[in-house]
């Protein structure tokens, strides 16, 4: 089985500058999604593919052993340009080096590293048990829901629920359909994803694998103190 590991990282970012090279707990926040890697390494055969228009970000992780010829293109680079995209014309360019084709493409988000090998792992083991299954994300349970403590401006200008249980109006939480965040940490597809014409990770055949630890995202600066928080003081219940 061959694996392409994807890690994305475009230089420009307005929210946290400089984010995905940024010292977090003392090693580049991208130096975590590469940990990770190589632990995959000891159970698959993998390949870890960098995608970046960014010359300072080169020149990070191939202190971390990660080397690339292949350069981001400038309409893939910027605020607008769509991840599956980004992804695929790396996985074109990946393959163009070898004479396969990859089996499964992990992409490993920079900005959202709290994940473990073990969550990587179960995930990919729910894609192969399902034949028809197209991709998978991670996710968490959700704190908010939409057919409990969510609401919406209707067209009359009053507000009511995003959403109607089918069983009538949840009155607890508890009794409430199950909703979950994507918390962006990582995406799992077959490679025939890439053939199939679908431009966001969540299709119709889509899995979720829900992580039982915190996941976030890092999109504003005070998300960046919080994770290097955790980190520096060891307040994660889980190894990375």
């Known amino acids: 089985m061959n694996i392409l590991i994807t890690l994305c990282a475009r230089g420009g970012s307005k929210g946290i500058p400089g984010k995905n090279i940024k010292l977090i707990a003392g ?3 991208i130096a975590y999604s590469i940990d990770l890697a190589n632990r995959l390494k ?8 960098l995608s970046t228009d960014d ?4 020149s990070v992780v191939a202190a971390y052993d990660v080397f690339t010829e292949y350069v981001r293109p400038k309409y893939l680079a910027t605020d607008v340009a769509g991840k599956i995209d980004t992804i695929k014309d790396l996985l074109l360019y990946e393959e163009s080096l070898v ?6 493409i992990l992409d490993l988000d920079v900005t959202s590293p709290l994940r473990t090998a073990e969550d990587v792992i179960k995930a990919l083991e729910l894609i192969i048990a399902n034949s028809e299954v197209k991709n998978l994300f991670s996710v968490n349970q959700a704190a908010r829901n939409p057919y409990f403590n ?5 067209s009359n ?3 009511s629920l995003v959403k109607t249980n089918p069983d009538g109006s949840a009155m607890t939480r508890q009794s409430a359909p199950k909703v979950y965040d994507l918390n962006a940490s990582f995406y799992w597809y077959r490679r025939s994803f890439f053939d199939s014409g679908d431009k966001t990770a969540i299709t119709d055949k889509s899995l ?3 992580m039982s630890h915190i996941c976030f995202d890092l999109d504003h600066p005070v998300d960046f103190l919080f994770m290097e928080y955790l980190l520096q003081n060891n307040k994660l219940d889980f190894e990375l």
Do not use: Q
């Open 55 to 58: 010359s300072e970000i080169k």
């Open 99 to 104: 004479d396969y084709k990859y089996d499964f």
């Open 27 to 29: 090693k580049p926040l």
């Open 42 to 49: 000891e159970k698959w055969n993998v390949k870890v593919a």
């Open 157 to 159: 200008g009053f507000y």
């Open 208 to 210: 979720i694998y829900v």
């Open 150 to 154: 969510m609401v919406e401006e209707n």
